[in-house]
């Protein structure tokens, strides 16, 4: 008798054991029934060995109760006399609840596991059919598919088989399984059966020989008219008989369901028909299919129905798949790919995610399936549809490492083995890692972990995942590096042609260019080639995932010439993760960041500074730009000075722009467009307004000393003023002065239009950086005024002469440079001209209209595409800003949110106001930013500025990659412009024209 308050040996021994509710397992263990195996310690000591012993004595329990009266004793004696029917049998059960309910509704399937022969370690597609063969319906197939998965289940979690094996097995079962089911469709429609030659082709995981326990499994169907026969009603029969199939497999039952029969891989996808026939196929992969199709065709095997028919079509594809790195859109297409797809995953489970999560299994499956297309063509070893296989004779080809091969090898075995485990418990379909600590516990103890399963499960899988996030990588660059670094002569590497065929299938347009720049980086024993070695496994992979792989590898081997001797860079390349990332996303996305690094290549320490990228005031960078120009012995050299610092100023705005814009792994891109162009707005103005105030200071130096003998002023005009310029703007400016006391107005007059003659030619010697042009074409009387005048002048002729047009060009009148107290005066003088009193009067509306009309019709480029062009063309900036300045100079006397330089914030008061509809609001702030960011992009691109997008391709592409537009979206791109663009027209043509 147990005295109260103490624990029974028993429970005791249960709880050594292994399990977790020793109380529970104690009052079973006591049914009668359960008596010799309660006094049994050999039966005790199995059940503590499985992986959840709880589980494995419930589920027994159930047996034992379903059997027969007669039979139970049979089951126990067996148990204990047989060590391979109770390992196998307790396993199950310590392993898969689904199993246990299986067994519990089929008592006498246990006896399945009493064979225990050497031919029955390894069963093939043969000895699965024989097991299938009495299953006449659907639900004899999935009692009798069930008690075959026992098997396969039981070798398993004794560690018979391997998780290679294992999967082999599976996708043996499931060509079995297909065969049943179409002999039992073949059977309910013997007429359509004697109408053609159907065959199964298995894909994915099933064609590849390793399949999952729940899966779906995907299929194509082929089909020939038999002898005589009439092909349309040939291939009408063998669709009826494809869709029995794929019925009897994937429809519920009182037994369940076996798998889902997925056919969505055939041509056209679920739009495609089911069935066709071998030459209708090859006539789609021929002219339309994808990259991705040809991949998915690797795995491709014939499993069921005609043998012959199955082997033809596997025969006529197989070349088809191994000239798919051929294709013209083989690049953006593997691009595409190579980006795990992640979007549909809940953001709470990415981190479980053993399939697509970062470090899962598609990325190991991606990396050598593309390395099969790309160096299969020429080497016939590579053709498997196996992952494991193939990923051996990658390694054997000299195409990977050998002992990254290994890493990559026990690592997918792993993940595979916890998704094996994972499914096998409820036998359903999932990849997520559980979060409940009894699953995560037996899951741990199911692949041998017993001392702290949960902790040791969770390093191991986090350890397995982080070998593949770096091999994934790796394994695509590395050989590369040891192709042309000649360190070690024995060891197999790349061949010359293999390495082309790779940097060509990445994205080099130049492979030769490319490995001779590779060699420079990486040969030698110095250091500095040490430590290039060990960044340009991922920095080619970052350059690889741009739109010039060419400019980023040649820009940083440019940067690494010019600094690879000085220690802070390359110590800050190898400690800052996001230096080096940061770097390649600059390098290769277009000319005018590298260009700007380039002639200053120690501003690569901003990329890694977390300050770095941060926009600087004007104040600051007046300051530094005056104290420069004070320093300099020139004027010539002064300015020089300040081109230094907008030089770099500019790159660490481009720089942002564009990290910004497409994110990095730490640092995803940002999701408010407006936001970078207001950040790129406010940059460069302010940078452009201290250049300006640093050749003011250079031009009156030169010659006056310290001061000028008049006040001067420069007020910024159009974007200038507006602070949205864009990288190639000009700086639209007016030039105002006024005498200092004493001064006579003839000298001090001569004295601003030298100091403009000055600033001009000091801002227009030749140079490399980005020019920064003044324009003063919009000063009274245009070209043919005085550039400077006093302040005294322009009250005159604006009250005496002024036009509309320049009322409105006034709306964006600032003051930038020099006296910037005489430059609020100015703008105090012109505020009446720019928001008049009680609005403008309808003749100065229709002034306006026609102004614009004439633009529109004079001034768009000959040959220009008017949907695309971003200033001129429809619903472009123009549009928008005129419509917003015309609300301006109607209300901006009684509104004073309207009285502002900067377009956006107009259009924010206007909606503000009630003047313009939300959504109209929207739709013309949308089109602004877009069309702006466009000609950022452009810029930033080519190098020079530009109002349309580009014609080459490489550059259209890069604008789109700026522009958040994936390769092979240039498309979707230009329907996006012209689609937001067209609607913003529809906008200003109500509220600007009135329609």
Request: overall charge neutral; some cysteine; glycine content about 8%.
């Amino acid at each position: 008798m147990t005295v109260p308050g103490r624990r029974s040996s028993t429970f005791t021994r249960l709880l050594r054991h292994g399990f977790t509710d020793p109380s529970a397992a104690e009052r079973l263990l006591g049914l009668p029934d359960m008596a010799a195996v309660r006094t049994d310690p050999v039966l005790l000591d199995a059940l503590g060995a499985v992986a959840d012993p709880d589980l494995a004595l419930r589920g027994l329990v159930r047996l034992v109760e379903a059997q027969k009266p007669q039979d139970r004793q049979s089951l126990l004696d067996t148990l204990v006399s047989a060590k391979p029917l109770r390992d196998r049998l307790l396993g199950v059960l310590g392993a898969s609840e689904a199993l246990g309910d299986h067994l519990a509704r089929h008592p006498s399937d246990w006896k399945a596991l009493v064979t225990y022969e050497a031919a029955d370690l390894h069963p093939g597609v043969e000895d699965f059919e024989r097991g299938l063969a009495d299953a006449t319906d659907p639900v004899m197939l999935r009692v009798a598919y069930r008690r075959c998965l026992l098997s396969i289940a039981a070798r398993d979690v004794c560690g018979t088989t391997d998780v290679a094996e294992t999967a082999a097995e599976l996708a043996d079962l499931a060509t079995a399984t297909l065969r049943a089911a179409l002999a039992i469709a073949r059977t309910a429609a013997p007429a359509d059966a004697a109408l053609c030659r159907l065959a199964v082709i298995a894909m994915g995981k099933c064609g590849g020989h390793e399949l999952n326990y729940v899966s779906d499994v995907d299929v194509i169907f082929v089909a020939e008219p038999v002898e005589g026969a009439d092909e349309s009603k040939a291939v009408q029969a063998a669709t009826r008989l494809a869709s029995h199939l794929m019925r009897i497999c994937s429809e519920t039952t009182v037994e369940g369901t076996i798998w889902p029969v997925d056919a969505n891989l055939r041509p056209e996808g679920r739009n495609g028909p089911l069935v066709r026939t071998l030459s209708s196929h090859l006539a789609y992969y021929q002219r339309w299919a994808k990259t991705w199709e040809f991949q998915a065709l690797l795995k491709a095997r014939a499993v069921a129905g005609d043998p012959a028919l199955g082997e033809e079509y596997v025969e006529a594809v197989s070349p088809l798949v191994w000239q798919a790195a051929e294709r013209e859109n083989f690049v953006p297409d593997v691009q595409k790919m190579r980006r795990r797809v992640v979007d549909n995953i809940p953001v709470a489970e990415v981190e479980r995610e053993l399939k697509l999560g970062p470090g899962g299994l598609r990325d190991v499956e991606f990396a050598v399936q593309l390395l099969q297309l790309v160096h299969g063509r020429s080497d016939a070893t590579l053709h498997s549809g196996s992952t494991l296989e193939a990923l051996r004779a990658l390694a054997a080809g000299g195409y990977v490492g050998r002992a990254d091969a290994a890493q990559m090898d026990s690592a997918y075995r792993f993940l595979r083995a916890m998704e094996h485990r994972i499914q096998l418990y409820r036998l359903r379909r999932t990849h997520l890692v559980p979060e409940d600590e009894a699953d995560l516990r037996r899951l741990g103890r199911s692949l041998g972990l017993r001392t702290d399963p949960v902790a040791g499960l969770n390093k191991e899988w986090k350890r397995h995942a982080s070998v593949v996030r770096r091999l994934h990588e790796k394994l695509f660059y590395r050989p590369l590096l040891d192709a042309v670094a000649q360190l070690t002569p024995g060891e197999t590497r790349l061949s010359p042609k293999a390495a082309w065929q790779r940097l060509e299938a990445l994205g080099y347009a130049d492979p030769g260019a490319a490995l001779r720049h590779l060699e420079a980086l990486s040969s030698g024993v110095t250091r500095k080639a040490a430590i290039q070695r060990t960044l340009l496994p991922v920095l080619l992979g970052w350059f690889a995932d741009s739109a010039d792989p060419d400019a980023g590898l040649l820009g940083f081997r440019k940067v690494s010439d010019a600094l690879g001797k000085t220690p802070w860079y390359l110590r800050l390349l190898r400690d800052e993760g996001a230096a080096a990332e940061n770097l390649a996303r600059v390098l290769s996305a277009g000319r005018l960041a590298p260009d700007l690094l380039l002639r200053a290549p120690e501003a690569v320490a901003l990329l890694g500074d977390p300050e770095g990228l941060r926009p600087r005031g004007r104040d600051h960078l007046e300051q530094e730009i005056l104290a420069a120009v004070g320093r300099a012995d020139t004027a010539e050299a002064g300015v020089a000075a300040a081109r230094g610092v907008r030089r770099r100023e500019l790159f660490r705005t481009a720089a942002a722009d564009l990290i910004g814009s497409y994110g990095t792994e730490e640092s995803p891109a940002e999701a408010d467009p407006g936001a970078l162009v207001d950040r790129v707005g406010n940059a460069v103005t302010d940078l452009n307004a201290a250049t300006l105030a640093g050749a003011l200071r250079a031009a009156v130096r030169e010659h006056w000393g310290d001061t000028l003998p008049t006040r001067f002023a420069v007020i910024g005009m159009g974007r200038f003023g507006g602070r949205e310029q864009s990288y190639g703007s000009d700086a639209d400016v007016l030039f105002v002065h006024e005498p200092r006391e004493g001064v006579d107005e003839h000298e001090a007059t001569r004295a601003a239009n030298t100091v403009v003659t000055e600033m001009r030619r000091l801002l227009q010697v030749p140079t490399a950086d980005p020019p920064l042009l003044i324009d003063a074409d919009l000063r009274p009387e245009g070209k043919s005024g005085p550039l400077v005048r006093t302040l005294a002048s322009y009250e005159v002729y604006y009250r005496r002469w002024g036009l509309v047009w320049e009322s409105q060009a006034l709306l964006r009148a600032e003051p930038m440079a020099g006296d910037m107290e005489l430059g609020r005066r100015f703008v105090d003088l012109v505020a009446s001209l720019r928001y008049p009193a009680e609005g403008l009067g309808d003749d100065a509306v229709r002034e306006i209209r026609r102004l614009k009309a004439r633009m529109e019709s004079e001034r768009l480029p000959r040959g220009a595409d008017p949907t695309l062009h971003t200033k001129l063309g429809r619903g472009g900036l123009s549009d928008v800003e005129w419509t917003v300045q015309l609300f301006q100079m109607r209300h901006g006397w009684a509104e004073p949110g309207l009285r502002t330089t900067r377009t956006r914030e107009a259009l924010a008061a206007a909606h503000a106001a009630g003047l313009v509809t939300t959504e109209d609001a929207q739709i013309l702030d949308e089109a602004w930013v877009l069309a702006t960011r466009v000609r950022n992009g452009v810029m930033l691109v080519r190098g020079r500025a530009g109002d349309t997008f580009p014609s080459d391709s490489r550059e259209l592409g890069a604008v789109g990659r700026y522009l958040g537009y994936g390769p092979g979206h240039v498309g979707d791109m230009l329907d996006d412009y012209r689609r937001i663009t067209r609607r913003a027209r529809a906008v200003v043509e109500e509220l600007f024209y009135g329609a």
